[in-house]
């Protein structure tokens, strides 16, 4: 197994180099739960965000799927917390202070900032990336541009 090693320390150089290293590492694999794992996998190594999984699609609700971190709550309604708003408004929503966003829901209090990231294919969101950061202020367009550009790769 490779392993990611980072040499920039030019955060958009950086997930640049996590979304080519991926490239490399996912190619031929069809299996969705493989390549989400190893794409929080590579994530973590990169950025050693607190929380970092996929919420998948199912029905009218998100359930949780591979993710590294403390334990996360199973299920999301449409709509609900940040993650089912992201999928019910088709974007990527930051949120600079968790305390701010109304109806976030609070799976450890060590969160303190988010960045959910839709997953689409063909033109229809599958699952969404959800990151957590211990820091208040921790994602922006950066993060949103490199995360966007890596979600393609599920
Ligand atoms: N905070 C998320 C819930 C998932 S956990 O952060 C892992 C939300 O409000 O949707």
């Given at each position: 197994m490779e392993h990611i090693h980072i040499t920039t320390v030019n955060?958009?150089?950086q997930y640049l180099e996590v979304y080519h290293q991926l490239r490399t590492i996912l190619d031929g694999e069809k299996d969705i739960i493989a390549r989400m794992a190893t794409i929080c996998g590579a994530i973590k190594e990169a950025f050693n965000f607190y929380w970092i999984g996929f919420y998948r699609v199912d029905g009218?609700?998100?359930?949780?799927?591979?993710?590294?971190?403390?334990?996360?709550?199973?299920?999301?309604?449409?709509g609900k917390g940040v993650c089912g708003t992201a999928w019910k408004n088709e974007q990527t929503i930051i949120v600079k202070n968790v305390d701010e966003f109304p109806g976030h829901i609070a799976c450890s209090s060590e969160?303190?900032?988010?960045i959910v990231v839709p997953v689409f294919k063909d033109n229809q969101i599958i699952a969404v990336l959800d990151i957590d950061s211990t820091e208040y202020n921790t994602f922006d367009e950066i993060?949103?541009?490199?995360l966007e550009?890596?979600?393609?790769?599920v």
């Open positions: 955060k958009k150089e009218d609700e998100l359930v949780v799927g591979p993710y590294i971190g403390t334990l996360a709550c199973l299920r999301i309604k449409k969160s303190k900032s988010e993060d949103k541009e490199g550009r890596i979600v393609t790769l």
